[in-house]
């Protein structure tokens, strides 16, 4: 079963505008992380957000997590064509030993 | 510094057949997760391995199995395959303390006829 969901499923905007994408889960979490997917290739690692931090920011990168509410988003700033790709939240739900939980993926398209 | 590192990158197999594929973590890192990814969808979990010991294990029938070795890379076998088993497999490495992001292989591409 899915712990998150990303929302929206696919995003395309042009280049230099914001992207936001939305992930909610359903039970308590030690932490949630967002990783990138490039086709075809692996995951690559974003930003990890503790349970006990609100907002974090990375180069273009912002992440705030609402545990009241379950949520997360993810914000790219002045976003570029290579920031095309899927993006995902995972979840490490409390009490696992580093399961990772992923939603459905938010297909972003970044047109030049 | 190597990543994390797979092999095959591609394979191709018929129902009914057994496959291996293998992992070597990212160095210094000694714990390894095994993930299966259908294509448009997101990674799922199969097993996580620490100590040469399945850790914990997710909505995976016994048909999967796997290993971890004492330098810490893995193997993951699939039996009796099914051409639903037709996915992106990942593995992912991380260190043994908490809040640490995992790091991806490039996965293997498993194709079932």
């Known amino acids: 079963s899915q712990q998150g969901e990303e929302d929206p499923q696919a995003l395309s905007i042009q280049e230099g505008e914001n992207a936001t994408m939305n992930c909610s889960y359903k039970?308590?979490?030690?932490?949630l992380q967002w990783y990138r997917q490039n086709s075809g290739r692996g995951l690559v690692h974003l930003i990890l957000i503790r349970s006990n931090e609100r907002e974090k920011h990375s180069g273009r990168l912002r992440v705030t997590l609402d545990t009241s509410k379950k949520s997360s988003s993810l914000l790219i700033t002045a976003s570029r064509a290579a920031d095309t790709a899927s993006y995902f939240c995972?979840?490490?739900?409390?009490?696992?030993?580093?399961?990772?939980?992923f939603g459905s993926g938010t297909q972003l398209t970044v047109l030049p | 510094d190597a990543g994390v590192t797979q092999s095959p990158t591609h394979l191709i197999k018929t129902r009914g057949q057994q496959v291996t594929l293998r992992c070597s973590p990212k160095s210094g890192h000694d714990t390894v997760s095994w993930y299966q990814q259908a294509l448009g969808q997101g990674p799922q979990f199969i097993f996580q391995?620490?100590?040469?010991?399945?850790?914990q294990r997710g909505n995976f029938p016994d048909r999967f199995s796997g290993h971890q070795f004492p330098n810490y890379s893995s193997e993951l076998n699939v039996n009796a395959l099914l051409l639903g088993d037709s996915a992106l497999y990942l593995c992912a490495s991380s260190p043994g303390t908490m809040n640490q992001p995992q790091h991806f292989g490039d996965g293997t591409r498993l194709s079932i006829l």
């Open positions: 995972g979840t490490i739900a409390s009490g696992s030993a580093r399961q990772l939980t």
């Open positions: 039970t308590s979490i030690n932490n």
């Open positions: 391995y620490y100590e040469e010991e399945e850790r």
